[in-house]
Nanobody, 119 residues
Framework: QVQLVESGGGLAQPGGSLRLSCAAS????????MSWVRQAPGKGLEWVSAIYNAGSDIYYADSVKGRFTISRDNVNSTVYLQIDSLKPEDTALYYC????????????WGKGTLVTVSS
């Protein structure tokens, strides 16, 4: 079955960096678009970034552009999210998700990894 397991979250100081990882299994990773979505405490889901199967097309939400970098390793079925210049408003549960289609959206989600930015 499809599994997405995030890791790499934790407590970080403003201005710091974190690298999130998402290990995927149970599907043909290299042919699927992957996304990161976050949910801040008390708020709704916010799409953060997406990377197409070959990594040639990458998209970011305006709120994270210039500070977040998404990448993927199709050999090891892993997608990454590098977060630099952390801000307190980046505090959220970060989910990795498998994208199915424009009409359907995401069809599988991980359980998330918590990022807390605080001094």
């Amino acid at each position: 079955q499809v599994q997405l397991v995030e890791s790499g979250g934790g407590l970080a100081q403003p201005g710091g960096s974190l690298r999130l990882s998402c290990a995927a299994s149970g599907f043909t990773f290299g042919t699927n678009t992957m996304s990161w979505v976050r949910q801040a405490p008390g708020k709704g889901l916010e799409w953060v970034s997406a990377i197409y199967n070959a990594g040639s097309d990458i998209y970011y939400a305006d709120s994270v552009k210039g500070r977040f970098t998404i990448s993927r390793d199709n050999v090891n079925s892993t997608v990454y999210l590098q977060i630099d210049s952390l801000k307190p408003e980046d505090t959220a549960l970060y989910y990795c998700a498998k994208f199915r289609s424009i009409n359907y959206g995401m069809d599988y989600w991980g359980k998330g990894t918590l990022v807390t930015v605080s001094s």
